[in-house]
């Protein structure tokens, strides 16, 4: 550390980026198991957003999982890095007045508080997507669930790895339950007032 430099003092703020942009950056973090719909959601939110002319980016654990992470496992410390990593990469869309949109497991409230620790936790949502495992496992898009029951998959969260649901979300849905279109109005409620979208 002794030949870093940082230059936060000499670039561009916050409140410049948001000012460019007119609203301002936030983080939705959908938790959820396997299957509960967090990316199903993440992307139809994403299109109302855009739609209503405020920029924002969908980080979703696939993806992230087969790029700048793609050297973890899913062990406890893997996983712990792999939310690290997120929140820090995360807080510069926030930082940049970018509203963004989280889909990770994030099996743990530990994991979830060190997010919000990393991001601000007054720019930190948490949106439980609380699908039921019943229901997770009746879709199994991936196929895990049956692999993870037959023990071809380990650390499987809701199967052989626990998932702790979060004590206080900002919101809890479950997508089972109603359509599409009113998750996202529900999430649409929670975050538009904190944006403040400038005319």
Known sequence: MEHIYPIFDKMLTRADKEALLGQRGLMVWMTGLSGSGKSTLAIALERELQRRGILCRILDG???????????????????????????????????????????????EELRQMA?????????????VNTPLSVCEQRDVKGLYAK?????????????APFEAPQSPALAIDTSARPLEDCVEEVLKLILPKIKKQN
Request: proline content about 3%; charged content about 25%.
């Open 148 to 160: 993870a029951r037959r023990g071809e998959v380990r650390e499987f969260t809701g199967v052989s």
């Open 62 to 108: 696939d993806n992230i999982r087969s790029g700048i992470n793609n050297n973890l496992g899913f062990s406890p410390g893997d996983r712990r890095e792999n939310i690290r990593r997120i929140a820090e990469v995360a807080r510069l869309f926030v930082d940049t007045g970018i509203v963004t949109i989280a889909a990770f497991i994030s099996p743990s």
């Open 116 to 128: 919000a620790g990393i991001i601000g936790a007054d720019d930190f949502f948490e949106v439980y």
